[in-house]
C-alpha cells in the first residue's frame, strides 16, 4: 500500500505538463552530486537537492557522483520545484530533467543517500526503496563495503 501510494504520487510529479513545476532555468554549475546552479533570469540560483545527500569532495564516490549529476543535467533546461531553503539561504528543490527527476536517478544509480532527517514528503518512501535496490545490486557507493554518509564523513572531517 505504502509502494503503491508513493509510486502514484512518483509519477504525477513526473507525468504533469512542466507548467505546474515552479520554474525553468539552464544548468550551468555542478559543485557536486547534490548542488548545482542553474540560470534563471539572468541570475545564478544555487539548488541543493531535496530529500539526499550525496558523497562529499574528497570522500569516496564523490566524483563519480558529481560525474553523474553533470550527465544528466549540465548544459540542460531543467525544471525546478522549490521545496525550502536552507540554513545558508540556498534553495533546496527537486530538479526534473526529461520528466525524470534528478534526485531520485541518484538513488537509483547508487550516489546518494536519502537524507531521512529532512525528507519528510511521501516521496521520500518511494526514494528509500530505490536507496535499498541499489544497495542489494551494489550499485554506486554501495559497492563499498562500509560506505560512509557524508553527514558523518563531514564531522570525522572537522574532528
Not at 554549475?29 to 545527500?53: A, F, M, N, P
Not at 521545496?83 to 534553495?91: A, I, L, P
Request: hydrophobic share 40%.
Amino acid at each position: 500500500m505504502r509502494i503503491t501510494k508513493t509510486l502514484i504520487l512518483s509519477l504525477v510529479l513526473v507525468l504533469l505538463p512542466s507548467l505546474c513545476w515552479a520554474w525553468s532555468g539552464k544548468v550551468v554549475g555542478i559543485s557536486d552530486g547534490d548542488t548545482i546552479r542553474v540560470l534563471r533570469d539572468q541570475e545564478h540560483v544555487k539548488i541543493r537537492l531535496y530529500g539526499i545527500d550525496a558523497p562529499e569532495k574528497g570522500q569516496a564516490y564523490g566524483k563519480k557522483a558529481k560525474q553523474f549529476t553533470s550527465k544528466m543535467v549540465f548544459g540542460k533546461v531543467v525544471e525546478v520545484e522549490v521545496m525550502d531553503h536552507d540554513r545558508y539561504g540556498q534553495t533546496v528543490a527537486l530538479v526534473a530533467v526529461n520528466k525524470q527527476i534528478l534526485n531520485e536517478e541518484l538513488l537509483k544509480a547508487g550516489y546518494a543517500w536519502v537524507y531521512y532527517q529532512y525528507c519528510q514528503e511521501m516521496i521520500c518512501h518511494a526514494w528509500a526503496d530505490y536507496q535499498f535496490a541499489a544497495k542489494l545490486d551494489k550499485r554506486g557507493l554501495w559497492r563499498d563495503p562500509a560506505p560512509i554518509p557524508p553527514w558523518e564523513f563531514g564531522r570525522k572531517k572537522r574532528k
